[in-house]
């Protein structure tokens, strides 16, 4: 069997190196991959563009590659499942009109209002003195998104009234994300603990992955604006057995069922990013429609059963035979950035230490290869991930190692778990 995982980054390694422990997997093709994924068993890098449909198709039929996977969002939401789908080959992932569950955060909102899933308080606006309006005597601290794919930076939570006006003039005129930004959503700041809760889904059933937490800003103690994430770990344990079954019976569910009620059954990963409050009930704040990142990292770790045969189970709409297993144990995942990450940061620098980690694994992100020697390319550029028989002990694992890995300028909070650590203690 051959498999093709299409993207880049940490996720990707992640997803190919999970696909690549099957039994039946001969080989798997990342495009274009990184310099990790170049460097793994069964793994073969390829030099396509994530938004070349036409060359992945050809290559798919080519190469007979039996089941493609779509790491990032782009691509979902400009229809390549859809592209595969009437070229006859096996793709895993949301159609386009079902990607908009990412795609518009507008749309979103419309849907889960429409199917009474629970959301906050929120507004859509495309003009500028219309959203000013609208947060004049709204409380504080506010949160403004714009509505398209902004590589997870699109979003700024307002603490202060001159902050929010700026905000909204700078990404409605001022073009801070480009055409994301044309449109806005303006949403009330919820209270509580965030979560990761992704399940795959064939557009009937679904099967649920272990909980995560991600975490988004570049600095310790939740500082700084918000990254791509800088870090998770799973499980996270404010997703107890009872917020499980109402995460399940008042999100998946519901927007599972709308999807096909809508006429676009939704099958591939459906990521539900989650404010959950001190009942343990469970809000919204965002969909996607693939994978996260750097959640993969920690549950691909964890993950025992064999992921292109689900993926295929799903394609069939046959996920209700299957089940899913995973390793009892912790897994804590941190981000080595580069220096001024997420604004302008560096690359080409040469990363030292690599083959001094002993214990756990390396998915590489933002890197290259130069000359014989890894360099980093992108703003994340590894995520070094270890198991634990807790978060405290994966999460001091995972810092050890990653003390022997140096290049110029990295960056990497020195904090991720901390909640988790906490309850622990």
């Known amino acids: ?56 198709i050809q290559f798919a039929r080519d190469n007979r590659v039996d089941l493609t996977i779509i790491g990032p969002e782009a691509p979902l939401v400009a229809g390549v499942v859809d592209r595969f789908k009437e070229a006859g080959l096996a793709c895993f992932g949301p159609n386009r009109y079902a990607a908009q569950l990412e795609g518009s955060k507008a749309f979103t909102k419309l849907f889960l209002e429409k199917y009474q899933v629970p959301v906050g308080e929120y507004a859509n606006f495309e003009c500028v003195e219309d959203a000013l309006a609208y947060i004049a005597d709204k409380p504080l601290p506010i949160v403004i998104k714009a509505d398209g794919l902004a590589a997870g930076k699109g979003v700024v939570i307002a603490r202060d009234r001159g902050e929010a006006e700026s905000t909204v003039r700078d990404m409605l005129s001022g073009n801070a994300f480009g055409e994301a930004g044309s449109r806005i959503v303006i949403e009330e700041y919820l209270v509580g603990e965030e979560a990761s809760f992704i399940v795959m889904a064939d557009g009937n059933t679904f099967l649920a992955l272990p909980s995560s937490q991600d975490h988004k800003t570049v600095y310790d103690n939740d500082k700084g604006p918000n990254t791509g994430g800088m870090g998770a770990y799973s499980p996270a344990p404010v997703v107890t057995p009872e917020t499980h079954k109402k995460i399940v019976e008042r999100i998946i569910k519901p927007t599972l069922a709308g999807m096909k009620a809508e006429g676009h059954p939704y099958t591939g990963f459906l990521y539900a990013g989650l404010m959950i409050d001190d009942k343990g009930d469970p809000r919204v704040f965002e969909f996607n429609s693939r994978f996260g990142d ?113 290049f110029r300028s990295a960056h990497y909070r020195n904090d991720i778990g901390y909640r988790a650590v906490a309850r622990e203690s």
Request: include cysteine; glycine fraction near 10%.
């Open 294 to 406: 750097p959640e993969a990292q920690p549950i691909m770790m964890r993950m025992q059963s064999d992921l292109p045969a689900l993926c295929l189970a799903a394609l069939d709409q046959k996920l209700d035979k299957q089940t899913i297993s995973f390793d009892k144990r912790a897994a804590v995942t941190v981000v080595m950035s580069a220096g001024g990450y997420p604004e302008a940061y560096d690359k080409g620098d040469e990363i030292h230490g690599l083959d001094e980690v002993t214990e756990g694994k390396v998915f590489h992100a933002g890197t290259r290869e130069s000359d014989g020697v890894i360099v980093t390319s992108g703003g994340r550029v590894l995520s070094v991930t270890c198991l634990g028989d807790s978060v405290s002990e994966a999460r001091e694992k995972t810092y050890k190692m990653i003390g022997r890995i140096s």
């Open 1 to 56: 069997m051959k498999v093709m995982v299409t993207g880049s980054g940490g996720r990707e390694h992640a997803l190919a190196w999970r696909a690549a422990q099957s039994a039946a997997v001969e080989s798997v093709y990342v495009a274009p991959g990184n310099a990790g994924t170049a460097r793994e068993e069964k793994l073969i890098n390829v030099d396509m563009d994530v938004m070349n449909f036409d060359a992945q």
